[in-house]
């Protein structure tokens, strides 16, 4: 009898202790809530990463204050809510959905005016091949969905607060750095999925992915059209069946239209983002060219019914898709080529409206049907993949997104070797160097040319900086004038330490104004920034001269 009174008493305790157990481990999800599920994220006290889409997104349209968002698929991944919130004055969050269906994402953004009655805008990308889905169709390749996070089912919130995964992939380690004293916050929307700098840009890069594709080699978001043409059984087709058609409009109808009529209040912008031409010569080499216009002809046609939906279509914005140095593979950009998307919507650039849309897609297909792709594999390669950024900081100059210097912070700098030259069309005085340095390059125990600049002598402008954490970029033009003048731009802290530099060789360069950056997206605090233009050692010519101007941060 005392051993079975004891037993009873150890399986009592062993509950007690397991429900305890799992109490505190209830707790401290609910409390952290890394997913934001019941309340806000507690950045006075934890930190928080941004980058489990599917999880998070229903806890940011919930919990998280805005007025705007940014939604779509893996091409929206590199919008900034920083620039958002600049050029159109609002107060942003950014929805990625990676390989999402339009039937995902129109249930996101109804959710998303169901929650919050101050949502004003909705950014919304697009493409193409989504419009060619079922109404109803959502992606069954992306993993299981956590209905869990959102639904008002509040029993099978046991798969959230005893997830395993959550437990021990996130709450011990927040709990972890606050134990070791980390800074408490939580991931910026602009670093949110962001993806931009972390990939390989160029002919080289896409044309290599491909022909991977190709060979059936690739994955699954290799293309978004892929979705579409898997769950589409007739996908050969060269043409659109009535079926298909009628297909498009309910899916537009249902999962875009619906909602703008519904709150005719909000602004929806509708995004139709832009393939390369890599993308394009592929739908030629299908004889599906006309096939996907019609696609976008028919889409279009339905949005244009709602006055709320303001339609932009990036298809003829030539210079950037013929240019692969923008893209990673055939449909994926650069976070460069977002910013200028935002742009050209501020400026009502690529507009589609009643009385341009058959014009804008006719000319479309004209500009696509006589392109000489020969051109995307003879065309360079940049080595360095910043440079196509560098090729548009003229083009974003005049937003909010370039910050220049001041004028008197270039003149209160220190000059070496080099004057100041006032340029009427420029808000700041070019800066041209001139001469060498007295550097002696046969001497082993010289300094190298970047502890030289900062302890003895250089050929241009010193000045110090305060770099401000939202800066990704320290960017500038430059040109060479004469003989063995060269661009040195180095990034100092307070040591002499170099954080950032950027050069080039003089043989490598025209007397053409090019525009150049580095970047500074870890670099923050006040800097000394030294700008030198004349040669490295004695063995240039004195004569040498370049030129430094519109200096700014983004």
Same mark, same amino acid.
């Given at each position: 009898?005392?051993?079975?009174?004891?037993?009873?008493?150890?399986?009592?305790?062993?509950?007690?202790?397991?429900?305890?157990?799992?109490?505190?481990?209830?707790?401290?999800?609910? @409390?952290?809530?890394?997913?934001?599920?019941?309340?806000?994220?507690?950045?006075?006290?934890?930190?928080?990463?941004?980058?489990?889409?599917?999880?998070?997104?229903?806890?940011?349209?919930?919990?998280?204050?805005?007025?705007?968002?940014?939604?779509? /698929?893996?091409?929206?991944?590199?919008?900034?809510?920083?620039?958002?919130?600049?050029?159109?004055?609002?107060?942003?969050?950014?929805?990625?959905?990676?390989?999402?269906?339009?039937?995902?994402?129109?249930?996101?953004?109804?959710?998303?005016?169901?929650?919050?009655?101050? %949502?004003?805008?909705?950014?919304?990308?697009?493409?193409?091949?989504?419009?060619?889905?079922?109404?109803?169709?959502?992606?069954?390749?992306?993993?299981?969905?956590?209905? @869990?996070?959102?639904?008002?089912?509040?029993?099978?919130?046991?798969?959230?607060?005893?997830? $395993?995964?959550?437990?021990?992939?996130?709450?011990?380690?927040?709990?972890?750095?606050?134990?070791?004293?980390?800074?408490?916050?939580?991931?910026?929307?602009?670093?949110?999925?962001?993806?931009?700098?972390?990939?390989?840009?160029?002919?080289?890069?896409?044309?290599?992915?491909?022909?991977?594709?190709?060979?059936?080699?690739?994955?699954?978001?290799?293309?978004?059209?892929?979705?579409?043409?898997?769950?589409?059984?007739?996908?050969?087709?060269?043409? %659109?069946?009535?079926?298909?058609?009628?297909?498009? $409009?309910? /899916?537009? $109808?249902?999962?875009?239209?619906?909602?703008?009529?519904?709150?005719?209040?909000?602004?929806?912008?509708?995004?139709?983002?832009?393939?390369?031409?890599?993308?394009?010569?592929?739908?030629?080499?299908?004889?599906?060219?006309?096939?996907? %216009?019609?696609?976008?002809?028919?889409?279009?046609?339905?949005?244009?019914?709602?006055?709320?939906?303001?339609?932009?279509?990036?298809?003829?914005?030539?210079?950037?898709?013929?240019?692969?140095?923008?893209?990673?593979?055939?449909?994926?950009?650069?976070?460069?080529?977002?910013?200028?998307?935002?742009?050209?919507?501020?400026?009502?650039?690529?507009?589609?409206?009643?009385?341009?849309?058959?014009?804008?897609?006719?000319?479309?297909?004209?500009? @696509?049907?006589?392109?000489?792709?020969?051109?995307?594999?003879?065309?360079?390669?940049?080595?360095?993949?910043?440079?196509?950024?560098?090729?548009?900081?003229?083009?974003?100059?005049?937003?909010?997104?370039?910050?220049?210097?001041?004028?008197?912070?270039?003149?209160?700098?220190?000059?070496?070797?080099?004057?100041?030259?006032?340029?009427?069309?420029?808000?700041?005085?070019?800066?041209?160097?001139?001469?060498?340095?007295? $550097?002696?390059?046969?001497?082993?125990?010289?300094?190298?040319?970047?502890?030289?600049?900062?302890?003895?002598?250089?050929?241009?402008?010193?000045?110090?900086?305060?770099?401000?954490?939202?800066?990704?970029?320290?960017?500038?033009?430059?040109?060479?004038?004469?003989?063995?003048?060269?661009?040195?731009?180095?990034?100092?802290?307070?040591?002499?330490?170099?954080?950032?530099?950027?050069?080039?060789?003089?043989?490598?360069?025209?007397?053409?104004?090019?525009?150049?950056?580095? /970047?500074?997206?870890?670099?923050?605090?006040?800097?000394?920034?030294?700008?030198?233009?004349?040669?490295?050692?004695?063995?240039?010519?004195?004569?040498?001269?370049?030129?430094?101007?519109?200096?700014?941060?983004?």
């Amino acid at each position: 009898m005392k051993k079975e009174l004891k037993a009873r008493n150890w399986l009592i305790i062993y509950f007690i202790v397991l429900a305890a157990v799992l109490a505190a481990i209830a707790a401290g999800v609910s @409390y952290l809530d890394p997913f934001f599920h019941y309340h806000k994220p507690l950045i006075e006290k934890f930190y928080y990463e941004l980058d489990n889409e599917r999880s998070q997104n229903d806890g940011i349209i919930k919990h998280f204050d805005y007025d705007t968002i940014i939604i779509g /698929n893996s091409m929206t991944q590199n919008f900034k809510t920083t620039d958002v919130d600049r050029l159109f004055e609002a107060s942003s969050v950014k929805l990625p959905l990676s390989g999402t269906t339009n039937k995902e994402t129109g249930d996101l953004i109804r959710k998303a005016l169901q929650e919050n009655s101050g %949502l004003k805008t909705v950014f919304r990308g697009f493409v193409i091949g989504n419009f060619l889905q079922e109404k109803d169709y959502l992606r069954t390749d992306l993993g299981e969905f956590p209905t @869990y996070l959102y639904n008002q089912n509040p029993f099978d919130d046991v798969y959230y607060l005893f997830n $395993r995964d959550v437990v021990f992939l996130r709450i011990y380690k927040m709990l972890k750095e606050r134990a070791e004293g980390a800074a408490p916050g939580i991931t910026s929307f602009d670093d949110y999925s962001y993806w931009s700098d972390q990939m390989t840009y160029g002919k080289n890069a896409v044309l290599r992915k491909k022909r991977i594709d190709e060979a059936g080699e690739g994955s699954a978001d290799s293309t978004e059209m892929s979705a579409a043409e898997e769950q589409n059984k007739n996908a050969e087709l060269t043409y %659109l069946t009535e079926n298909q058609k009628q297909m498009i $409009r309910e /899916n537009v $109808r249902q999962n875009i239209t619906s909602i703008a009529e519904e709150y005719p209040d909000v602004d929806f912008y509708s995004i139709i983002l832009p393939y390369s031409a890599a993308w394009w010569q592929e739908r030629m080499e299908k004889d599906r060219l006309d096939m996907n %216009l019609d696609i976008e002809k028919i889409a279009v046609e339905e949005m244009l019914k709602c006055p709320n939906i303001h339609i932009f279509s990036f298809d003829l914005m030539t210079d950037i898709t013929t240019d692969l140095n923008n893209y990673k593979d055939e449909i994926h950009y650069g976070g460069w080529i977002n910013t200028l998307i935002l742009k050209y919507i501020k400026e009502g650039k690529y507009q589609l409206k009643q009385d341009n849309y058959q014009d804008y897609l006719d000319q479309v297909r004209q500009f @696509y049907l006589s392109f000489d792709y020969s051109y995307l594999t003879e065309q360079e390669d940049y080595v360095q993949d910043e440079q196509a950024f560098y090729n548009l900081l003229n083009e974003l100059a005049d937003t909010a997104y370039f910050t220049p210097l001041s004028e008197d912070l270039i003149k209160n700098g220190l000059l070496s070797n080099a004057e100041l030259k006032n340029e009427s069309q420029s808000k700041q005085p070019e800066i041209v160097c001139r001469g060498t340095l007295q $550097r002696d390059y046969q001497d082993p125990k010289e300094l190298d040319i970047a502890d030289y600049l900062y302890q003895k002598d250089y050929c241009g402008l010193r000045m110090e900086i305060d770099l401000d954490e939202g800066s990704e970029w320290l960017v500038f033009q430059g040109r060479k004038i004469k003989d063995h003048g060269q661009p040195g731009v180095y990034i100092y802290d307070s040591s002499g330490n170099v954080l950032g530099s950027f050069a080039l060789n003089y043989k490598n360069l025209d007397d053409e104004w090019h525009s150049y950056g580095i /970047n500074i997206k870890n670099i923050s605090g006040p800097v000394t920034v030294i700008f030198h233009g004349g040669y490295i050692d004695f063995s240039g010519s004195k004569d040498s001269q370049y030129a430094f101007k519109d200096i700014g941060l983004q």
